[in-house]
């Protein structure tokens, strides 16, 4: 569970703590963020998805060698024209390839004098950890992971420029030790440690990496490697969330082997049950096959009840709110089943009082995992009415445009139960409200006619 992120001159955060432990320091479950349009809450969801590239950088360019080997090949070539063939590549290396380099270009703040800093709290297993980084304008210059191994915390390991401090506790094989150091003096730096073992463990057998590596070393990097990041970066980069399901990442439509539906029927049993739930004139959600060149390609439709008949819907013709409904299910649920989520605009398109259900069921079903645990930006103010004082978050700026976010709990004044924190927000009491100047649109449309 994520317990607090600190970002310096990352987007549009110069210095911001976003804390997330609540009594006893135990990470929240649940938390919603709110705050005026461009205060920051979109960077601030990227922020973790800045942090999962970093640890898949290395693991990325790998895949993407084995990839366009195969595309690049005869065999390939016989099925598909050059023409395709090159888009697909191109479309590989844009979402695929990225070193600490160009992830620094694309988030590091405009203009900051100093680099990306990004340090998260984590608890796993009942013990705390922290994980930090430091950037340049184009390398990582420092990264350091303190955690329990053995009998107490303290640190895993710590690299910078020329130094090397690794606990003898990581490794049980001083050859493999040997083998992983010589590969952060060719690989650190353009990548992180984190991202080269990453890496090892998808290109190494998993019991080779278990006998040689300590279990709480592998268990926080599956931790790094298990959170789902919702937002715009990842869904142009298709990131699958950290579900059993493969197919999580194309629920709508797409391809399976012959053979190999059985999960789709499993989705479709879950799809039926959500959408029939959530909606009255949605009678049954189910999945059309047709078989084409030797697999089979599926797409999800509906039963709807329209003037008195019941007809079959695709689902592509389903509104914005429907269609964010089934993008934010895969998320959900891999939240429910113990891992970390982050969505940004959780509501977006979606009925008030539907988005309302819908946390009030996930608040019951993350009261009841042990380990999962949501963290979501909303406009949503309604569903305040649902989250304790402590849940509820708010990104504030202030006249000299620095950025805090606080719990409403933290706030000096006790909302009383008279006074909703949805109408004290509203009010512009814990900032974080837009407040407009003079706007005239009949006067714009003058001056445009004005220079016609």
């Not at 706007?439 to 220079?451: P, Q, R, T």
Request: aromatic share 12%; proline share 1%; net charge neutral.
């Amino acid at each position: 569970m994520l317990s607090y992120i600190r970002l310096r001159n990352f987007k549009s955060f110069s210095d911001i703590m976003f804390d997330l432990r609540g009594k006893g320091g135990i990470p929240k479950k649940k938390v919603f963020v709110y705050g005026e349009n461009g205060s920051g809450k979109s960077n601030l969801i990227s922020s973790l998805f800045f942090l999962r590239k970093t640890v898949e950088s290395m693991r990325r360019q790998t895949d993407l060698k084995k990839i366009t080997d195969v595309y690049l090949s005869e065999e390939y070539d016989k099925a598909t024209i050059l023409n395709e063939r090159r888009g697909i590549l191109e479309d590989l290396i844009k979402n695929t390839l990225y070193t600490s380099e160009n992830l620094i270009k694309e988030y590091k703040t405009i203009n900051s004098k100093g680099g990306i800093e990004i340090e998260v709290g984590f608890f796993l297993g009942g013990v705390d950890g922290t994980y930090s980084l430091s950037f340049d304008d184009a390398r990582v210059v420092r990264e350091e992971l303190r955690y329990k191994l053995n009998e107490r915390t303290g640190t895993v390991f710590q690299l910078s420029e020329g130094n090397i401090r690794m606990s003898k506790a990581i490794f049980f094989d001083d050859t493999y030790s040997k083998e992983l150091k010589q590969n952060i003096e060719k690989y650190w730096g353009m990548h992180t440690f984190m991202s080269i073992l990453d890496n090892e463990t998808a290109t190494k057998n998993n019991k080779f990496i278990e006998l040689r590596v300590h279990k709480n070393m592998l268990d926080i990097l599956k931790w790094f490697q298990g959170y789902s990041v919702s937002c715009r970066e990842a869904h142009l980069e298709k990131i699958k969330p950290g579900t059993p399901f493969s197919l999580f990442r194309d629920l709508e439509s797409g391809y399976v082997r012959i053979g190999d539906d059985k999960e789709l029927f499993t989705l479709e049993k879950l799809l039926n049950n959500y959408f029939t739930s959530l909606y009255s004139d949605v009678k049954k959600v189910y999945y059309k096959f047709e078989t084409k060149e030797g697999r089979l390609q599926y797409k999800l439709y509906l039963k709807k009840l329209l003037n008195g008949s019941i007809l079959d819907i695709p689902f592509e013709l389903e509104s914005t709110g429907t269609r964010k409904l089934l993008s934010i299910l895969p998320y959900i649920l891999s939240a429910v089943s113990g891992k970390t989520v982050f969505i940004d605009e959780i509501d977006g398109g979606i009925h008030d009082l539907l988005m309302c259900e819908v946390i009030e069921s996930l608040g019951d079903a993350l009261d009841a995992s042990q380990t999962g645990q949501l963290i979501a930006t909303t406009h949503n103010t309604r569903i305040m009415k649902q989250l304790a004082n402590d849940d509820v978050y708010i990104l504030s700026i202030d006249v000299d445009g620095n950025k805090n976010i606080f719990s409403v709990d933290k706030y000096d004044f006790r909302t009383q139960k008279t006074h909703s924190i949805q109408s004290k927000y509203l009010n512009g009491d814990y900032a974080g409200v837009p407040f407009t100047g003079y706007l005239d649109f009949s006067e714009m449309v003058e001056e445009i006619e004005a220079c016609i």
